[in-house]
């Protein structure tokens, strides 16, 4: 699903510097206002952000005031500070029980979150094979997906005609094509405001990797540098939406007709589709170099519960029969408020709502072109990528001497990680 509906907050960067604090000690002192006396006293307590579709923020505690084996109060956190506050609170006694994050071998190693592999064996098969393997390590599975959420490029299929441009398929076509598709009142396609969402499709498009399997760096090859001179040809070029009001993960800057092309997630697409109806197509990134492929990125959010709390067992009971156990609400979640494919294959197959037109399109995609995030990516390593964009797309510098810096910074990582 999108992210907060306070549409000017990059919620990665949030999360990436909350995360860097709380490594370092750094956000103790934000603890103290956690609130879990308002949470609901003797109740189970359960951080989600605040996401931007309609619904949501009831849907979630309707489904806790059903569950009849304890009570369950949702602290549904608002404004730019979901990461900051959960990684604060989860160094203070006001911890939740259990909260929505992504897969972080940093958790699992420091004993933050519960091994749950006793409650989602039973039914592992029926999951997306790459969504447990996302949360597994040493064959032991953290976290239950709720969601997946596809992302690429969306368009008006009106321009594109008009312009006499073509889907494009390669990196090269798509800078083409913005050139041709910008005018004096509309930009040819836009990335988000920090360009950071499409650091690793770009890496996957080139046919690179973020690690390899042998938890090595795999990023820094000759597509990949090619492909980071061609993001800095588009950044200067003046056809790629700078300063848009809303980051890339909200669909108004193509809705309100900014630009041509955009690059968004699969959630924004009954919103999309209402405002343009037939007049909207997707596309994967386009592949990078001779020896790409196009990619899609499969965002998303899962369920942790917190191995340091004092009702562990408890909480996974919780989990279990809400994202285990209850698939009508499990449907309800990701189908109800914007579109997003089940991680249960079972659901997904029998979800009326993505068997045909556009949606069918993007699970298609999904399925063909799909990359998830490596757990042991971190968020340094995270980081690194994104200021070899800002050096080097943003302010010019040598791509090679920016991922040689990155290097650095992911090496040091690795090894603290995996030895």
Request: aromatic share 10%; hydrophobic share 40%.
């Amino acid at each position: 699903m999108s992210a907060l509906s306070n549409s000017n907050w990059d919620r990665r960067t949030v999360l990436r510097a909350a995360m860097g604090l709380a490594a370092a000690g750094g956000l103790a002192a934000c603890g103290s206002n956690t609130g879990r006396g308002s949470g609901g006293g003797d109740a189970l307590v359960q951080y989600f952000h605040a996401y931007g579709e309609a619904g949501t923020e009831q849907a979630i505690k309707r489904y806790a005031k059903a569950y009849k084996g304890a009570n369950v109060a949702t602290q549904w956190i608002t404004g730019s500070n979901f990461e900051s506050k959960l990684f604060a609170s989860l160094l203070t006694k006001e911890a939740p029980d259990l909260f929505e994050f992504h897969p972080q071998i940093q958790l699992i190693k420091s004993g933050q979150v519960a091994d749950l592999t006793d409650i989602v064996e039973p039914v592992k098969d029926d999951f997306n094979q790459a969504d447990i393997a996302s949360h597994t390590v040493d064959g032991k599975i953290y976290g239950v997906r709720m969601i997946d959420d596809p992302q690429f490029f969306f368009y008006r299929k009106s321009m594109l005609e008009k312009a006499n441009v073509e889907v494009p398929q390669t990196l090269d076509e798509l800078l083409e094509a913005a050139a041709k598709l910008t005018t004096d009142k509309v930009k040819g396609v836009y990335l988000g405001n920090t360009l950071q969402a499409v650091i690793r499709p770009m890496i996957w498009a080139a046919g690179a990797d973020t690690l390899n399997d042998k938890n090595e760096p795999a990023y820094h090859t000759d597509a990949v540098v090619d492909g980071i001179k061609q993001m800095r040809k588009l950044f200067t070029s003046g056809d790629l939406l700078l300063g848009a009001p809303a980051d890339y993960w909200d669909p108004s800057a193509l809705v309100q007709g900014l630009t041509a092309m955009q690059f968004c997630g699969m959630w924004a697409m009954p919103v999309m589709q209402e405002a343009l109806g037939d007049d909207l197509g997707i596309f994967p990134f386009p592949k990078v170099g001779d020896a790409g492929k196009p990619s899609v990125y499969n965002g998303g959010w899962s369920m942790f519960v917190n191995a340091k709390g004092d009702r562990v067992d408890e909480a996974k009971e919780y989990v279990k029969w809400l994202w285990i156990d209850n698939k009508e609400y499990q449907e309800d979640w990701a189908l109800s408020y914007g579109f997003h494919i089940p991680p249960r294959t079972s659901i997904a197959e029998s979800a009326d709502k993505l068997k045909s037109g556009l949606p069918a399109e993007g699970v298609k995609l999904f399925s063909e072109f799909g990359h998830f995030d490596n757990i042991g990516w971190t968020q340094a390593m995270i980081k690194a990528t994104e200021d070899v964009f800002a050096d080097a797309v943003r302010k010019d510098a040598d791509p090679e001497a920016a991922l040689d810096k990155c290097d650095k910074v992911v090496n040091a990582e690795l090894k603290k990680l995996f030895g």
